[in-house]
């Protein structure tokens, strides 16, 4: 049995794998129900105007974000930075978590939900920590793809932490 309790790790990569075909396939809603199927939030009521918008595809001739724009923008996602990196500004944020299994299991959807929206975001997933950085590479800068998924990743965490508790 490994370290920390009885873990089933393959059972564990089972559901995980199950999570991230179901969100890639449904969206948002599909992540953010528990899984007995119950939903963790109501999408309508429990998720900002930001979190419900819909990814535009973009081009490589697509505008970055203004800095007016992204003042408005980022005072709805408080608990992200905008850090640059390679000259790069992206947005970041670090989700905590009790253990590493749940850093992974909020890893996977996350990548369920950028799969839905087609808008890939870096992950760094340890211990008790998963770090989460959007930007669009297109664009080689920000764009309101990135806000509108740090909503949605806000909602998704907030959703799952309110299932755990």
Not at 101 to 109: G, M, N, P, V, Y
Not at 135 to 152: E, P, V, Y
């Amino acid at each position: 049995m490994p370290r920390g309790g009885n873990f089933n790790g393959e059972g564990f990569i089972f559901l995980l794998e199950k999570e991230a075909r179901r969100g890639a396939a449904h969206g948002i809603e599909a992540l953010c129900r528990s899984f007995d199927g119950s939903m963790l939030f109501d999408e309508d009521n429990d998720m900002s105007e930001l979190a419900r918008a819909k990814c535009l595809s973009c081009r490589s001739d697509a505008p970055k974000i203004t800095d007016s724009e992204m003042a408005g923008l980022i005072a709805q996602i408080p608990q992200w930075q905008v850090v640059e990196r390679q000259g790069i500004r992206r947005l970041e944020r670090a989700f905590r978590f009790a253990n590493f299994a749940d850093a992974l299991a909020f890893t996977i959807r996350v990548g369920a939900l950028a799969e839905s929206e087609a808008h890939h975001p870096a992950i760094l997933t340890e211990w008790g920590r998963a770090t989460v950085t959007w930007w669009t590479h297109a664009i080689r800068g920000l764009h309101r793809n990135d806000f509108i998924m740090a909503a949605k990743t806000d909602a998704l965490f907030e959703a799952l932490g309110r299932a755990t508790t």
